[in-house]
């Protein structure tokens, strides 16, 4: 079955510093979500790719996927307290949609 | 999320125990899934249910079932609860193929 690898499994980035994470899967991807979990709550859509070398951006948070959809980042510039919480990566693994998530990464935003 | 709702929120089982996790959506949605989440492993697949009457399995489905008589509902049933169920367990839905997911809030379970 196909596997979603989130790298780093956390990170601790000072206020205003920027960071990246990644999301690859083994293979091909119909789509890719990103997710964010602040604890003790569900989970916030923040964006989905579907097409390779798709971009999007959503105020200080901007996501790719490669040309192979097999590998997407999530990069947030000049972070801030509240970009704290573990980011998710997800996508169908098949044509009927059904959704497998990576392991998540935890982001921790110190002053 | 308002178009999703979980019950309960908390529960503890003593082990051996069974309980019900109820799902309920109002935004008309297709599909239909239950995850748990463990600190480590993200969220994993335990059932997922495309239409109104069908199931299908996920990653984690032992120990674990379903039942989706209704477009709005899906639960899930633990009929001997175990410590190693101890976990957070998400419903989401979904209108169709490539489009957002919504998760509830989550209930919290603890089997002791």
């Known amino acids: 079955s196909q596997e979603l690898e989130q790298s780093p499994q956390s990170l601790i980035v000072q206020e205003g510093k920027n960071l990246t994470i990644n999301c690859t899967s083994s293979?091909?991807?119909?789509?890719l979500y990103w997710y964010k979990q602040k604890y003790g709550e569900g989970l916030i859509f923040l964006m989905m790719?579907?097409?390779?070398?798709e971009e999007k951006s959503h105020e200080k948070i901007t996501a790719k996927l490669d040309e192979k959809k097999q590998q997407s980042s999530l990069h947030i510039t000049a972070s801030q307290p509240s970009h704290a919480g573990i980011y998710l990566c997800?996508?169908?693994?098949?044509?009927?949609?059904?959704?497998?998530f990576g392991a998540g990464t935890q982001v921790v935003v110190t002053p | 999320n308002a178009g999703v709702t979980q019950t309960p929120k908390f529960q503890v089982l003593k082990t051996g125990q069974s309980m019900t996790l109820q799902c309920a959506q109002d935004m008309n949605h297709n599909s239909m899934y239950w995850y748990r989440q463990d600190p480590g492993m993200g969220l994993r697949l335990i059932y997922y249910s495309a239409s109104e009457g069908t199931t299908d399995k996920g990653e984690v489905p032992n120990g674990y079932n379903v039942s989706r008589l209704n477009k709005r509902e899906f639960s899930l049933r633990l009929e001997s609860a175990a410590p190693s169920q101890t976990s957070v367990y998400f419903c989401a839905l979904q209108d169709r193929v490539y489009t957002e997911a919504f998760f509830g809030q989550g209930t919290r379970l603890t089997v002791v």
């Open positions: 293979k091909t991807l119909y789509g």
């Open positions: 790719l579907q097409k390779g070398g």
């Open positions: 997800g996508g169908p693994t098949d044509s009927w949609g059904k959704l497998q």
